[in-house]
DNA sequence: GTCTATAGAGGGATAGAC
DNA sequence: GTCTATCCCTCTATAGAC
């Protein structure tokens, strides 16, 4: 952490880049050094393995999120608005042409180590924690229209946004938008929480 | 077509298992040729480069799918019959834990040719195409409880059973069966349609 | 912590015999 | 239509200098 933005996060920064976009084996070590403007070992220096950088690239999705759901959590927003902030994150991803980091470890599943795996599904189980509980709080506030239990309703909607995203690539943005309105139909959040979430 | 199965059919076989299990990249001509008892070469002959292997491999999903359809539509089922069926497609690949060949195309976007993501733009219409179709015979008939525009309503469910798919591998089935659950929820598929549809 | 250099494996692809 | 042989490139990974 001698420069301003150490070397190692910028791996991790160009490393994400890449990950959503070409798919984990889609992207290499050259990549990621061309883009640096520094050269293959240096990047196995930081890891010295594919794997080692794709845990580290999972967990640091995790810490990310962690560190979202805390500040969210300070703010006091009502349930609405956390959901419509998750919602606005996953918007940025599609604007940005990206996919869910999940969706990529499950489609290459079978061609990745027992390491990514567990860390893709501990970031899955972070997010289903999360969700679950915001739903719940949002049922019981009568803020949010829950149908079913919690658990499942959440794993819906992150399938949902999940393969919402994947579909927007190759048929467009509006695929993906009608996925975002029908999740916000189905918990009754208004346009006014999306207003409070944007900002 | 000499043998009982020519060769290019198991290669497409092969290459279409490897697909959903590794993703595109994650798979090559000699997984393939190990798989088939063959060389490398041989396959070539049949499917000079990769990206022609992976157009040809989405056109079979394509008219396999065409083929399912004109079977479904003959036999004089129900909407929600035919949904149904649809949705026993899904399942089984969830249970042989294979994804939809959708996604992988979707998360290795920026990684694959343009005449690999048209092909599975063309898969993508045409799995929409005759969602819409069915919802909206569905609606007419008042079999299936369709909410909103039939279109994005298809859009929805597919994205749906593409992310179930996934994180079904990450996570276990039992989140592939939240999703499924909830798609004949939301249509109003009851069991006695499922009976039918699993003959 | 980054470099040069290189090993070593695997991948896509082709030529030419059979 | 399949084989052997081979080319060339890319990729992961390591050793050792700076």
Known sequence: MSAARSTRKRILDAAAEL?????????SYQHI????????????YH???????????????????RWWTEQVGRQGLSSAQKVAG??????????EGKVCPLGVV???????TEAVRAEAAGLASDLETWLVAVLEEGRRSQELQVEGASRPAA???LAQLQGG???ARLRGHRHFQDVLHRVRENLGIS?????????
Not at 191 to 199: E, H, Q, R, T, Y
């Open 165 to 167: 995203l994947q579909l």
């Open 33 to 44: 050094a061309a883009q640096l403007g520094v050269r293959n070992a240096a990047i196995h």
């Open 155 to 157: 794993v819906v909607i």
């Open 19 to 27: 990950f959503q976009r070409r798919g984990f084996s889609g992207f």
């Open 106 to 112: 499950c489609v290459e599943f079978e061609n990745v």
């Open 191 to 199: 346009s006014a929480d999306l207003m409070v979430a944007a900002s």
């Open 47 to 65: 890891f010295p393995s594919k794997a080692d950088l794709g845990v580290a690239l999972l967990g640091r999705y995790r810490d990310s999120f």
């Open 86 to 95: 998750f919602l606005e994150l996953e918007s940025r991803y599609c604007l």
